[in-house]
Every structure is written in C-alpha cells, then in structure tokens.
C-alpha cells in the first residue's frame, strides 16, 4: 500500500483561485517536503517540515503557503494561484538524519488557466 | 548557492549498451547521495544511497561510483533494457537540505 498519497492527482484552476494540495503518509516519518518540478528545472524545494503544527521555507516558498496539522498531513495552499504555478507537485517524507532517503508521492498535475 | 550539475539531459542507447549518467556537486560537505528513477505519471523511486566514504556501489543491474577528489558521482546501467527507460535523477544531502540535479531523460530502444 502505498506510504504517500496525495490528492487531487490532478487539478485546473483559475488565475486568483484558492488551491489545496493535500499530502497524507503513513511512514511515521517526522520530516514531510513540497517539490515542484518544472522541465528543465529537476525538482525545487517548496517548503518543508520537520515536525507538526510548524513548516518552514524552502528554496522557492513565493505564492506558497503550507501546513502541517498532524505528523500524517501536510498541505500545500496557493492563495492566488497564477498562471506560472502551473507545474507536477510532488510530496515526500523522510526520516531525520543525513542518511535519509525521501519516499515520494505520486505528484499532482496542476493547471492554472 | 550548492549545486549539483547532471548529464546529459537526454539519453538514448540500444537494448543491451550501457548508459552513463553523472552528477559534479559543488558542496564539499555532501555526505550522502541518491539516485532516484521516476516513470511516466509516477513520483521518485529511490534506486540507491552512496555514503561519501565509499566510492563503488553495485545494485541490481547498475553501477554507482562516486569520485570525491573531482566531486562526480555517476550511474551506470551495464547493459539498458527497454524497462529502464525513465527520468533518473541524482540527488546530494548536506545539513538539512537535498539538492536534486535536473534528471536525464534515458530512453532504451528495443
């Protein structure tokens, strides 16, 4: 079964629309992260977290917003969604620790029309 | 910032040749790298894990050897079959953060 899920799988939105993106993983895993991938651009850090009720800023965090309620969930929240979010969005969880290795979801296809 | 360089963007060998991939970092502090396979409409799968104190990693059907004085790791299908085809993607850990190389679109021909 798999670890990450993430739902919707796949979404069109409009320009100055309000999208959520929801994670949920059952690996017991303290740290959760938000990609999104872009061809040419491999797969940019979002925001991430390393423990509930707190989220931190990755390396792209503009026109994000996240959230982390329980260890399991972790969403990603486009307030005003604009046409350059369009992107795949992918979530993973991870164990502390350099040796950690990330468990990926299987990504949501976004369309900002 | 820390980089990880990755090539060649797109890769196309015949069944049964091998295909090299390579990563350069730039981070002397990478402690630990990954190598992930992504397929059509699905997410990262992870292939393997290199510690930076061992320099030859053999998995199934594949070679990892990292080389810490130029800094270049690289993934080497021994011999491609059309199942490999897929995005591959190298990956280094330092601290907290994980930076990912822009992949290699590897396609194997029957």
């Known amino acids: 079964e798999a670890a990450v899920t993430q739902s919707p799988r796949s979404k069109v939105a409009v320009t100055g629309g309000k999208v959520t993106l929801s994670c949920h993983q059952t690996n017991n895993h303290d740290y959760m992260y938000w990609y999104r991938q872009d061809t040419g651009h491999g797969l940019r850090l979002i925001h991430y977290s390393y423990v509930a009720d707190s989220t931190e800023k990755g390396d792209i965090p503009d026109g994000y917003k996240a959230s982390r309620p329980s260890q399991e969930n972790f969403s990603l929240i486009l307030e005003l969604a604009s046409l350059s979010q369009t992107a795949v969005y992918f979530c993973?969880?991870?164990?502390?620790?350099?040796?950690?290795?990330?468990?990926f979801g299987p990504g949501t296809r976004l369309t900002v029309l | 910032g820390e980089q990880v360089e990755q090539r060649p963007p797109h890769l196309s060998v015949r069944e049964g040749d091998s295909a090299v991939i390579i990563c350069t970092y730039t981070d002397p502090n990478s402690y630990y790298f990954f190598w992930y396979k992504q397929e059509p409409g699905a997410g990262l799968q992870l292939l393997m894990k290199?510690?930076?104190?061992?320099e030859i990693n053999e998995g199934q059907g594949f070679t990892v050897l990292l080389n810490k004085k130029d800094k270049q790791l690289s993934l080497n299908l021994t011999a491609a079959h059309p199942g490999d085809s897929a995005v591959y993607f190298c990956a280094g850990r330092s601290a907290y953060k994980v930076i990912f190389g822009k992949g290699t679109h590897l396609h194997v021909l029957p």
């Open positions: 290199v510690f930076s104190s061992t």
């Open positions: 993973a969880s991870s164990e502390g620790g350099y040796y950690a290795e990330q468990f």
